[in-house]
């Protein structure tokens, strides 16, 4: 599926899948997950759950989309300054031909394949002035082909459950025992006149 068609949310799984995964652990691991009022729980619980299962596959395509958007954000922050360094006065509103040649430039000075195809997804996925030009760069070029999504198939669940009979006899005769007074009540005593 090409990312001009894929959801804003499908690019940023992606790119996520689509980066080292050794990578992505160093910079998972060098992050500050204790509990505080800066990280909330559903971007803390799973990433520190990366931290300890190892599996950027998974959490690239299971875990809440906070939580993965925020992880593309903390790794394409250094090199999208760059990118808008290279952009110059045309980082408000660049047009393609411009961040294509600013994304070449920053490769020639050393910025990786990781690093720009983790600042195109991001910005593509945020919704930035050039999501546009980021999605049509990562479709033409094929060193920032983005990795396919895993297929994941839900078993159909039953639609009743099977209950063995004698099973369901029992619980009809512990319903029956609960609504059935153990003892009368006690008789409330007259007043005499």
Known sequence: MSSNTASTSEIIRRTVLSLDPVAVLEVVDALDLRPSTKITAVMGVPLRSLQERRDVATFAAGAPLPAVAALLEVIAAAP??????????????????????????VADEGVTRDELVAVLGHAAGEGFPAAPHCRRLLDERAEFALAELPSVSVPPRPLGREVDPAQRERRRARRAQRRRPTTAPPRRPRRAK
């Open 80 to 105: 999208l300054e760059r990118v808008i360094a290279a952009l110059g006065e045309h980082a408000e509103a660049p047009d393609f031909d411009q961040l294509s040649a600013a994304v070449d430039q």
